[in-house]
């Protein structure tokens, strides 16, 4: 059997679709022993060769020589062996080109079908993997369709939209058909046809990507965010750190007149955003963490990674932050929790006499929170 054009489509495939072709010369020859033997003998024991460079399909079936014959499918007598090669010895294989009528037909429906089925799996094998290197990127998109509580947008890429389903919004925000949107690739899965791409706006990772963007410094690596908190919509903390003494992290994150940082607030429609320098010391990682609240003094058990905040009375709510968010978020950022006391609730703690000491173990272990409690 010998089909020059069959070959040349799998070149032009090849060659315009980027697969190479024994991709599917692996598969075919699989489906093409199998319709074989469907169609000419289940019990035969056969395979079929494609072989690219002379152009050819060849079937071939083989018996194992034996000395007496209980399965002529499968078996050869060694008399009759040796009548095609006189080497032939018991348990040898002969193999024997075959050449059946009307196979042709059935081999150019049978490749017809693998080759489609070939070309949608690489199809969407390449797609899955474009669509992988973007997990937990920052891409921009266009929102094409709106369906109930679900966005999807067009990511630019081959037949493949993403859904920002309603948690993973912005609460409040409002989108429209055509408009361009920041998202931040969350999770890729397969799907049946294509891959499902899901999309986030409310996650942390995607206000890091935004700072990515907007700083120099942290997209070289030279300031680090070592951990980001944020409730979408309402308030973002954000610890940073570098190893350079002489830059200042705060300002390359604000930048010059809040240039940098105004970009992102402006993105997320207002969030509020604190930028806090990173502390290998507890107390003053903690106290950093519950800005803009000025805190008067600290104390901190490492037993059990609680701490005891004091704060002016008037700078208790801010402290606290509305239903609890600000000193909520800077316990997630720090990884303590939290107590915030006002002065007034601490009659026993004499402040002034303790106003230059350090803010940490400022109290006696823990007759201290029993006094306060």
Not at 77 to 91: D, H, M
Not at 218 to 231: D, F, L, P, Q, Y
Request: net charge negative; glycine share 6%; with cysteine.
């Amino acid at each position: 059997m010998i089909n020059k054009d069959f070959f040349q489509a799998l070149n032009d495939l090849e060659e315009q679709k980027g697969i190479n072709k024994e991709y599917f010369i692996e598969a075919l020859e699989a489906a093409l022993t199998s319709a074989y033997k469907k169609n000419f003998g289940e019990a035969k024991s056969a395979f079929v060769k494609l072989n690219p460079e002379k152009n050819t399909i060849k079937i071939y079936s083989y018996k194992t020589v034996v000395s007496e014959v209980l399965d002529s499918d499968k078996e050869i007598s060694l008399a009759e062996a040796k009548t095609i090669k006189k080497s032939f010895k018991i348990g040898d294989l002969v193999q024997q080109e075959e050449t059946p009528k009307n196979f042709g037909r059935i081999a150019a429906q049978t490749a017809k079908q693998v080759v489609m089925q070939r070309l949608r799996e690489a199809e969407r094998g390449k797609i899955m993997d474009e669509v992988n290197t973007k997990q937990d990127e920052l891409v921009t998109g266009i929102i094409r369709r709106i369906e109930g509580d679900n966005v999807y947008v067009d990511l630019g890429m081959t037949q493949v939209e993403g859904v920002l389903g309603l948690k993973d919004q912005i609460p409040g925000e409002k989108y429209k058909i055509n408009d361009r949107i920041k998202v931040v690739v969350k999770t890729v899965k397969e799907g049946y046809n294509m891959p499902y791409v899901q999309l986030s706006r409310s996650s942390a990772g995607f206000v890091k990507k935004l700072f990515e963007l907007e700083v120099p410094e942290i997209a070289s690596g030279e300031i680090v965010i070592k951990n980001i908190v944020r409730e979408a919509g309402y308030r973002t903390k954000m610890s940073v750190y570098s190893s350079n003494k002489m830059l200042d992290v705060i300002g390359a994150c604000v930048g010059n007149k809040g240039m940098r940082v105004n970009e992102i607030v402006n993105e997320l429609g207002g969030e509020k955003i604190d930028i806090i320098p990173y502390s290998e010391d507890a107390g003053e990682y903690i106290v950093s963490a519950l800005s803009p609240a000025t805190v008067l003094y600290i104390h901190t058990n490492m037993e059990d990674r609680t701490s005891l905040a004091v704060v002016p009375d008037d700078k208790l709510s801010l402290a606290i932050g509305k239903s609890g968010q600000n000193v909520r978020l800077a316990a997630r950022l720090t990884g303590w929790k939290i107590d915030v006391k006002a002065k007034s609730a601490v009659p026993s703690l004499n402040l002034e006499e303790h106003a230059q000491e350090s803010y940490e173990n400022l109290f006696d272990g823990e007759d201290a929170f029993d006094d306060i409690n």
